[in-house]
């Protein structure tokens, strides 16, 4: 390294300017020595000197100036002065040559060297850090061998399949997660890169639902080895299958109380008509027809209880607008452009917390896209817009679509409607859910199409 140092770019004018002195320096002093001994040999040196710094044609340049010098102040006869012009020249340019091919060839190997130290610090380093970041991460992180052995485990899969026991490796994965056995097994050329929730167990026995992404890799002694994440999806279900339960009682709720509203009108109505035929003396002592009026007044009682505004003051909470309509935007985006819709979303208000239920407004929303989508499967023009907007201490979003409109808004959130394509108690539940935690679904007449507007109470 300290040789090359020399013919480094900063020292090349004092390599020349020590060239040329020299070549003067030898020349005088072979000029002297003429009649007893020539030293034109020496003009080796400066070729050497120059050889580090100058290009291949200067180098054979410089050789034929010194051959020119060495046969000029030479004492031996002029019978033989061009061979021996020919011979130095060789001479003064091959040694030249080849030393700068030399020094060429080691700063190319120092070159190279540099790189490769270069990349295997950042190797190193990446290997550092992705060290770091699986020994870190929450997430159960494995390798698994062909024959199905376990490689490698960070610290959380450890604790997941084993936190009595650190010694994962080794032993099979088809003792805690038989579906990434069967993976490995399914065949030699086939490679897998995907995500499962399956059945896993731990070291004691204990079973739990996994969410699993793995991926397999051909093996250099043959096979396929698998990585794979793992996470435990058991508080995650319970949490879900509670929350579903929820819903499902109070949508039961909601829809007991369509069906009483319903009874209690018919009720009333027997009732009327009880009240009229009981003038007559012969009905009004008539046993079953006192029987006949204590059922139809047993059944309007029966059918009194109603889903008051009240409902669910309590299961309301605040919660962040926006995730909620990014989560609606990656709900829907896929379905309407499969049905060629127009997906367009206006407003800036969503940065804000708003009195709710994130599973509640979801449900909502998802069921407003829904009657949209539906209205425009014979529309020529497919378009939703969902607009969100700030008024005072309330948040309106408006879902507006192209389609062909509504001919009488006044039974829209009646229950059970004979021209609606389902039950007809999509909007009715809709509506009453909103009004459990304070907000309101409302039609909003328009010159074309079809627009709700849900209303929220700011936070």
């Known amino acids: 390294m300290d040789f090359l140092a020399i013919y480094s770019r900063t020292n090349r004018k004092i390599l020349l300017i020590t060239a040329v002195v020299l070549t003067g320096i030898i020349g005088v002093v072979d000029w002297y020595t003429r009649p007893f001994i020539s ?17 291949r044609w200067q180098i054979v340049a410089a050789s034929v100036a010194c051959a020119v010098l060495q046969e000029l102040y030479s004492n031996l006869p002029l019978d033989n ?3 021996r012009l020919v011979f130095s020249w060789l001479g003064f340019s091959g040694t030249g040559l080849f030393l700068f091919e030399l020094l060429r060839n080691r700063r190319m190997v120092l070159a190279h060297l540099g790189e490769v130290e270069e990349q295997s610090r950042q190797l190193r380093e990446a290997e550092e850090q992705l060290q770091v970041l699986v020994d870190s991460s929450p997430a159960a992180i494995l390798t698994v061998g062909p024959s199905g052995e376990i490689l490698l485990v960070n610290k959380a899969a450890r604790e997941l399949f084993s936190p009595d026991n650190d010694h994962l490796q080794g032993q099979s994965i088809g003792r805690f997660v038989p579906a990434l056995q069967t993976a490995l097994q399914s065949g030699q050329s086939y490679l897998f890169r995907t995500a499962i929730q399956c059945r896993a ?5 204990k079973p739990f639902l996994a969410a699993t992404w793995f991926s397999t890799y051909p093996a250099q002694s043959g096979g396929n080895k698998l990585a794979a994440i793992v996470v435990d999806m058991s508080e995650e279900l319970v949490s879900r299958e509670d929350l579903s339960l929820d819903y499902l009682l109070k949508n039961a709720r909601i829809l007991m109380s369509a069906v009483s509203h319903e009874v209690r009108n018919m009720a009333g109505a027997a009732l009327v008509f009880h009240q009229n035929l009981s003038r007559f003396e012969a009905l009004r002592e ?5 029987a006949l009026g204590t059922l139809i007044h047993g059944l309007e009682k029966l059918s009194a209880m109603e889903l008051t505004s009240g409902t669910g003051e309590q299961e309301r909470q605040a919660i962040e607008l926006a995730p909620v309509l990014d989560e609606l935007r990656v709900l829907v985006e896929s379905v309407c452009r499969d049905s060629n819709i127009e997906l ?11 009195w709710a239920d994130h599973y509640g407004l979801i449900q909502v929303f998802l069921n407003l896209v829904k009657n949209s989508r539906r209205a425009l499967e014979s529309a020529p023009e497919k378009r939703i817009r969902i607009s969100p907007t700030r008024e005072h201490q309330k948040v309106v979003i408006r879902f507006e679509d192209s389609g062909p409109g509504i001919g009488d808004p006044q039974v829209l959130f009646r229950a059970f409607q004979r021209e609606a394509q389902a039950t007809g108690l999509g909007l009715y539940v809709s509506r009453a859910l909103m009004r459990s935690f304070g907000g309101d679904l409302a039609f909003e007449p328009s010159e074309r199409g079809c627009t709700f507007v849900v209303t929220l109470q700011v936070a």
């Open 201 to 205: 167990q731990r070291a004691d026995g």
């Open 344 to 354: 367009e979303w206006a407003g800036t208000e969503q940065s804000c917390s708003v």
């Open 81 to 83: 002065a061009i061979p």
């Open 39 to 55: 030293i034109g040999f020496l003009y080796l040196f400066p070729i050497m000197l120059i050889s580090g710094i100058a290009r």
């Open 286 to 290: 008539n046993a079953d027809f006192e």
